[in-house]
């Protein structure tokens, strides 16, 4: 059977220690599954840090260790799934083994260990589980050991809670961070006790670049040409996307998960997520200077007729429309409450503020500016009710479109353009563990294209 390391824990922030336990641990077993908890009122500062942020920071932190993936079902649900659920649920895939450190086996008596005492049927846990130890160095000796152990004796230093009361206080971590976890950590503010930023400016100096290009674009594989790329992403910094939107759409897509900046050049048309191409070949233009934007994707979830469940991400918008001939009639809910009992016409979508210059643009609503706090939910063709066209929503809002009528009114979803086949409803809110930096010439107005539309000439 496979052997499976489950890490679990709050990584909050991950340092180098904990890196340093995946790499040693996925050489000792097949697979090595990091999973950062959700919310925990027993973990101090665990909600104190965006989950979006967390996941960001535990992606870096594990990037590129052979035999170690990364879970974010807990951050991505704000649930926090106990070891015995977690026994239960990935037992059939394989030898389970749940990864602890010394402190949790107790160091006064028999039956002390806090696995026994304050975990969930703690005690069946004790008994059937198998557990790898991982040793810190100074770390006391233990009361008892579990029926069924290993024991990895790491001798590593440090710990999330002394990461974070350095970097409150303004003192070097650089030895206990990784770098493109401190760099993320700074940039955004985090941990420093102020508000996290979601625009920084970023200096890349003369960047490793990896190229995404609209190869069917004659000019997107010109400009290509003009740029030194790498060819594996793991080595790069920077992700160049060449083309229209639709190739920052596929960058993204594709790439999202390396938590890399993107930056686009325009050899499309609109461009609305990208740079112009003039000015980035000025001369006097560097990497030296750039603004980065974190904007959201959405988490989209579909019910099928059949029952099952899908779940994907998008970063411009999701929506519902009909298949037939006949008119769609959808309930739309809003965090739990109807809000729209039937909207009768070809359908409604929701888009971010970044994707609101697209589809919802083109059903005839008004863009919202790219790092505006909301969400745009549009009809499409409304029939009733007829005064409704659409609606600006906050950005923590879980939208739920239904269909009323399965049967006589069928209707299809999409995700960025993306068929996702006949469902009974899609339910799309902002995910709270992907989300994208896309980076910005120190001179580009995102607010003129905008304006264009506005106010058309």
Known sequence: MKKIAIFGGSFNPPGVHHREIARHLGREFDEVRVVPCGPRPDKDGVEDVEPVDRATLVDLAFRGLPNVRVEHFDLEKSTFTTT????????????????????????????????????????????????????????NGVAELP???AIYDLQLEGSSSEIR???????????????????????????????????????????????????????????GKRFQGVEDPDAANLIV???????????????????????????GHRGFLLNDVE???????????????????????TEKPDGSTESLLAFNDAWVERRTGQSAWVE????????????????????????????ARALGATPLLVDSQALLMVGSNVMEPSSWK???????????????????????????????????????????????????????????????IQFPR
């Open 84 to 139: 015995h659920e977690l026994a239960k649920v990935l037992g059939s895939e394989g030898e389970i083994w749940f990864v602890i450190g010394t402190d949790l086996l107790g160091t006064e008596e028999q039956g002390s260990s806090p696995i026994r005492t304050q975990w969930y049927r703690g005690e069946e846990l004790w008994k059937s589980c198998r557990f790898a130890i991982v040793t810190r160095a100074g770390g």
């Open 147 to 149: 029926p069924r152990h």
């Open 165 to 223: 009361e350095r970097l409150f206080k303004g003192h070097c971590v650089d030895e206990l961070l990784v770098p493109e976890v401190r760099s993320y950590i700074r940039r955004h503010g985090l941990y420093q006790g102020r508000l996290p930023r979601t625009m920084t400016r970023v200096s890349l100096g003369k960047p490793s670049v990896f190229l995404e290009i609209d190869e069917k674009n004659d000019a997107a594989s010109a400009l």
């Open 241 to 267: 996307a060449i083309g229209g939107d639709g190739t920052m759409l596929h960058a993204i897509r594709k790439h999202w998960r390396r938590r890399l900046p993107f930056f686009g050049l325009n050899a």
């Open 279 to 301: 000015e980035v070949l000025d001369a006097e233009f560097s990497y030296e200077n750039l603004i980065l934007r974190q904007l959201p994707l959405l988490y989209v979830q």
């Open 332 to 359: 739309v809910r809003i965090n739990g409450a109807v809000q729209l009992p039937k909207v009768i016409g070809d359908g409604v979508l929701l888009a971010t503020a970044a994707g609101s210059t697209a589809y």
């Open 390 to 452: 659409s609606a600006h929503l906050s950005l923590d809002s879980s939208v739920q479109f239904r269909t009323l009528d399965h049967d006589k009114r069928p209707i299809v979803a999409y995700a960025d353009g993306i068929p996702l086949g006949d469902v009974l409803s899609l339910e799309a809110r902002v995910s709270r563990t992907a989300a994208v930096e896309l980076a910005f010439t120190a001179n580009h107005d995102m607010g003129k294209k905008l304006a264009e």
